[in-house]
């Protein structure tokens, strides 16, 4: 398998992995997530990966910044979405986008990645619950157990609790 960087000409294989990979209901919105990361300008970079099979487009995964009211010194992360094509799952094609990225990000010196997805699976990568706790997300969350957060790169916050903001195409409450 290869990873390699998304790029704007990839919009069409990329919306159709979320379409394959996703429940009816949620599927259009990620799609539309995961196309929209791709030409937003942000002030850090927003990383977007797809894994390669035999030249064939798998998987995809985004990560784009995120920033805290009270340490403009902090540098968060958050990991969204991420679909591996249904014939190619269970293959450790997520688990490489996922490591990947940690690579990529630590790497750059960000402080922290978040998730808000499956805690069985995100933990697997060392995300979990408790080291999100003091970050607030930036809406209600549906799904609470699932706002998770890794440490990549140590960084003392004296104040918490700390609001999250996101990137535009995130910015939407139907997403959370
Ligand atoms: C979730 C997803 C990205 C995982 O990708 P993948 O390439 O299949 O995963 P990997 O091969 O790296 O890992 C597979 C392992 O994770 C487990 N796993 C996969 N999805 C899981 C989930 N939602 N919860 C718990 N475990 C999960 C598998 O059972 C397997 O376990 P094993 O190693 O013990 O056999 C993929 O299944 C997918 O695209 N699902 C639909 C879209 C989705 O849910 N995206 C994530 C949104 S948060």
Known sequence: ??????????????????????????????AKLAVNLLSEETGSPIISLLAEYDKKIVGHIAFSPVTINTD?????????PLAVKPEYQNQRVGSELINHGIKELSEKGVNTLFVYGDPEYYSRFGFDTETATPYLAPYDLQYPSGWQALVLNEFNIETEPMKISCVDSLCKPDMW
């Open 1 to 30: 398998m290869k990873t390699r960087t998304a790029l704007e000409q990839d919009s069409e294989d990329i919306r159709n992995i979320y379409l394959s990979a996703f429940p009816e209901s949620e599927r259009e919105i990620v």
């Open 72 to 80: 403009k010194d902090w540098k968060g992360y958050i990991l969204a």
